[in-house]
C-alpha cells in the first residue's frame, strides 16, 4: 500500500516540479527582454525606417499630453463601439434562428458564405459610393468585418446542442422562447464568446481600414499623417494601442466567459 503511495504522490509532484522548473523565463525570452535588445539595436537604424521604445514612449507623452491621442483614440473607440455592438445584435439572433429553421438556413447560407468569403477590402470604395465618406460608412465597414466570426460561432454552437436536452425541453412542453432562452443560448454561449473574440481583432482591422478610406480620422488618421513625415515614433504610438486594445478587450472577454459559463470545458 506504501508502495502505491509513493508512487501516486512521485506522479502528482513531477508534473508540479516540472511545472515550476518550465518559467516563460526559462523557455523563452520575454517581452522584456525583446525590448531591451529593441532599445539598444534601435537608435542603429535609420529613423526614417524604425525608432526604439524610448522614443515610443516620449511620443506617447507627448501626444497624449497635447490631447491628440485621447481626441483620436475616442473617434476611433466610438466607430468600434457602434459596428460592433450593431454586429453582435445583428448576429447572434440571427445565427440561432439559422441554426433553429432549416428554411431561413437554406435561403441565407449561401450569400452569408459569399460575404464572408469575400475580401471586404474589396467592398470598402463601394461602401463609400452607396453611404457616404462619414461615421455611418465607417460603422457599416466594422459591422460588415465583425457579424460574421459571431454569426457563424453561434450558428454551429446551436447545431452543436444536445438532442437530449432538446427532448426534454420539448417533455417540459417548453415553448420555442424558452427554448431559446434556456437551452440553446446557454449551450452556445462559449461559441458566441469565441465568436465575439475573433470580432474584435477584424473589428480593429475594419475600423482602420474604414478610417483609411472614409474620411480620415481617429487612429488611423495618426498612422497616415506621421508615416507620411516618417515620424515613426510617432507612428508606432497608435499602433502599440490598438494592440494593447486588441489584448485589454479579448482578455476581458475570456474573463466575462468564465463568470457567465462556468460550466464550459474552456473554462475549467
Known amino acids: 500500500m506504501s508502495v502505491v503511495n509513493n508512487v501516486q504522490a512521485g506522479a502528482v509532484s513531477a508534473p508540479a516540479a516540472s511545472a515550476k522548473a518550465a518559467t516563460p523565463w526559462s523557455e523563452q525570452p520575454s517581452l522584456f527582454r525583446y525590448g531591451i535588445v529593441w532599445e539598444i539595436v534601435g537608435p542603429f537604424i535609420n529613423p526614417i525606417f524604425f525608432t526604439y521604445p524610448s522614443k515610443i514612449a516620449l511620443a506617447f507623452y507627448d501626444t497624449t499630453a497635447s490631447g491628440e491621442l485621447p481626441y483620436f483614440l475616442g473617434q476611433s473607440l466610438e466607430v468600434m463601439l457602434y459596428g460592433l455592438t450593431a454586429s453582435l445584435i445583428v448576429g447572434i439572433p440571427l445565427g440561432i434562428a439559422m441554426a433553429r429553421f432549416r428554411r431561413l438556413d437554406w435561403a441565407l447560407d449561401l450569400p452569408i458564405n459569399a460575404l464572408y468569403a469575400t475580401p471586404l477590402v474589396a467592398v470598402v470604395p463601394l461602401l463609400v459610393l452607396w453611404f457616404g465618406i462619414y461615421l ?32 426534454v425541453a420539448h417533455s417540459f412542453r417548453s415553448s420555442e422562447w424558452q427554448m431559446w432562452q434556456d437551452v440553446l443560448l446557454p449551450f452556445a454561449v462559449p461559441y458566441i464568446i469565441a465568436g465575439i473574440r475573433l470580432a474584435i481583432g477584424r473589428g480593429l482591422i475594419g475600423m482602420i481600414i474604414a478610417e483609411f478610406y472614409t474620411t480620415i480620422s481617429g487612429l488611423g488618421f495618426m ?20 494592440m494593447v486594445l486588441g489584448v485589454s478587450l479579448t482578455t476581458l472577454l475570456k474573463w466575462t466567459g468564465r463568470k457567465i459559463a462556468p460550466w464550459s470545458a474552456a473554462n475549467r
Open 136 to 167: 455611418k460608412a465607417k460603422i457599416i465597414v466594422v459591422f460588415l468585418f465583425a457579424v460574421f466570426p459571431v454569426l457563424i460561432n453561434t450558428y454551429q454552437g446551436v447545431r452543436e446542442c444536445d438532442k437530449n436536452m432538446l427532448e
Open 223 to 242: 498612422i497616415t499623417r506621421y508615416a507620411n513625415v516618417f515620424e515613426m515614433d510617432k507612428v508606432f504610438v497608435p499602433v502599440i494601442v490598438l
